[in-house]
């Protein structure tokens, strides 16, 4: 029997060296390297192509500043892990992650190594000013990869001996490495029960490459990926079956004159033989030599090479789809296996200079960096602050949808708008952001038409108001205290009583508001002030001007004649009251006298008009109250201001809200205290969805209730969901208030999220346009394939460029869903880009969030079964998978029988059982 040859595996290393704080990897033959880890800044499915070009030309830079002498080695490890989950104390977020735990996925880590190399043959010498001018080299390189995106870091010593010793066990998955027994064969290396191939790609002897290569590649299918980039790599993304690939990427820059010299040498010599494979030799060097002469190219030695490990079994799958893959696009890998020692070590990083001249071939720097890797992976954002879903491949990963694109300027605002078309997953997405947001310490204020949110609303014992005919949903926005009235609530008041006049398509004329302004300022004044009526902005007028002419004779008047302006006569003001009585700190001699007098002329006029008029007594706050004023108020104000008003069309259509009226409870009765410090609350309108009347007033006062709530509660965050509700908001009447509400929302540490699915209802809609999408820097696309054909005009109206539909149409149209639950995906774009993700969850979620009525119904019967939602889920789970029956079947069995399904219940028995 013959024995294995054995032979002690020697680094090719002689140790690692500190020069100005940087470590140096020495080679045993006096080369030195340095090592960067980096960030591919391509994002696997960006769709940008501008991306790949960038990347390119960032890596011919590098190959300029280096020059000649110097190897640039890339290694892009591809990484087969298993999710681990994080640990979570809530109920619903333990489940979520436990359902990934286990789940492989992809990981891939990047690393530039840069190489000074000595003549060989040379002895090495020391010589501080090549390792000085190799030193600035790699700091310009560092310079230049952050300012691209790459965010390099260099590898300190201990990171450096802990990454060749990965390549050497080629394991990355586990933070421990055991370095194990190389076996070599002629087609591959052993180590352990674990097989490597290293695979040339490039056949050194014959070069078959595409006869036309780029950046990247165009992918062409017909589910919504025609003509979208990918990296020339692409399909290692997809190996099946290995556990490390590296792809390492190395070019050499050779003395660029003598290098073309030897060429011109070669061709003369083949031009000599006349040969057709001399001809198509002397050919392609013409070619090259044009590309370097006009085009300034410079040429390089180019090695690309994989090194794949995998379980024995499994080895020859991943190697087998490598070479489909690489013969799809006209690359034919080198047959030759015999290197496979020589090719490993060469994987070590710092080390191409072991490659020998059969592994190298020349070409032009542009081209050999086509095939450098270019992509990367989704990660978690670096924020506290991060709700998750799923990448492509159906891993978690942390998003942050406010706080850190708010301090980068990514965006300005938290406001989101979320369009899907029935049965695309919006209600499910909706669900999972808020079930996330409740982590946060927010406040969330939903208004609802169709019972979307009521699991999760049981689940976090929130707030559950529905409206019926015998119990309306009631407020009462005129209850406020003298503290609370200010410029924002009048003017909230305003756009109510124009409602409730106009109706939501109606339209108010300037004189129409201005009367109402003018009954509101007096029906608080006359309730805060109870001792006399307010006066008119007419007859305070008239005072200030009486009391100015009454100065003049005044000695101060000549004293601060440089302070006097028509400011005190002619201010402009909404509010007169309030003005005046603030007090100035900058207040002169003359205005203090001027302020004085004409207080007094104002209490004067005041205790006047308190004999003059019968008062009118307001016990109460209500909208009864201030109808009974504007009845009264509104002919004086005809009357002293010489305008047309429609009283009684006004008294009429208001009557209805009036003690005795068909609505009178809904502006008279106060809310529900709890409302203000309750956390989850969700306004559930459907029943009224079609009453033209209440559906806008109703849905108008929940948000002023959200406003009050927001106002009030400053250390919380905040978020008022308004799904198809906002329909009865979207009118002229009520932009106003809606861009008041959205501009200021933004200062109370909140967000409001408009949730629509008909396309109709974006296209044309003033009010949507000019106060929502204008003022909502997220938008939340679920799957619009439906929407394709009219895409240009929804694609201009939400500011999406070309780029981003395409991301926007790869929705659903992966081939991703292997060993994954039941998902959908959405499009999140935070300011001018966005990306694709994935709401996954586990069933405990499923069935929170769930609209179906059925799911819901079973849920609810194990929910009062068991006391609380969360006894009801887990017992669900438990008795669904004791019972053997999938869901729906569960399902139809529980609502059958109005039970929940006893857990010794057996189905599905074998009949020989």
Known sequence: ???????????????????????????????????LHISNPVLQYGADPDAYNVYQSVLLNIIKILGEGHIIQKQDVFIRRKYKGVNQSEFLQQKYHAHFEGREYTDIKSYLIITKQVKRGAFYTYDKKVLSDFFQNVIKISDLLANAGFNPSFLNEVEINRYISKVLSMEFASSHTTLNNMRCGDEQLNLG???????SMVNTDSVDLPEKLGPYTEKQDNKGMRDFPVDNLSFLHQVPGYRVIIYNQLLEIPPQQLT???????????????????LICVEDIDMLLVDVARENQMLVNAHYSMIVCAEEEQIRKAVNYIDAALFQQGIIPSRNAYNQLELFRCALPGNGVELKKYDWFLTTADAALCFFFKESLLKDEPSDFLVRFTDRQGIPVGIDPADLPMRTNRINNRNKFVLGPSGSGKSFFMNALIEQYMLYNMDVVIVDTGHSYSGMCDYFRGKYITWSDSKPITMNPFAIAESEYNIEKKDFLITLVSLLWKGAEGTISSVERDVISNVISAYYSRYFNPGYPGLSHKQLFSIRKRVFESMKENPLFDMDSDVIDDNLINLEISDLDEVLLAEDPDTTPFKAAFNQKYFSAVNEEKKLGSIRHERTGITALDFNSFYEFALGKIPEIKIEERIAFDLDEFRYVLKKFYRGGEFESILNEPADASLFSERFIVFEIDAIKENRILFPI???IIMDVFIQKMRHRKDQRKALIIEEAWKAIASP???????????????????????TQELGDIIGNAVVKDSILNNSDTICLLDQSKFKENYKEIGKLLAITEIEQKKIFTINNLSNTDNRGRFKEVYIRRGASGEVYGVEVSIFQYLA?????????????????????????????????????????????INKDGIPIPSSTEYFKPDFV
């Open 193 to 199: 029960n674990l097989a490597i191939r290293c695979i």
């Open 849 to 893: 969030y769930t609209t179906e009525k059925p799911e819901k119904s079973a849920v609810e019967i194990y929910t009062r079964t068991y006391g609380t939602y969360q006894s009801g889920l887990e017992a669900f789970v438990s008795d669904m998978e004791k019972s053997g029956l999938p869901l729906d079947a569960f399902i139809r069995q």
């Open 260 to 278: 073309l010299n030897k060429l011109e040498l070669k061709r003369k010599r083949h031009s000599g033989v006349p040969d057709p494979a001399n």
């Open 733 to 755: 009447l009520m932009a106003g208030y809606i861009l008041y509400l959205y501009k200021t929302v933004r200062k109370f540490w909140g967000e409001a999220i408009v949730v």
């Open 1 to 35: 029997m013959q024995r294995e040859r054995k032979t002690g595996f020697k680094i090719p290393f002689a140790g690692i060296d500190t020069y100005n704080g940087l470590q140096l990897l020495y080679g045993e033959n006096g080369d030195f390297s340095m090592i």
């Open 698 to 700: 109703v849905t108008l």
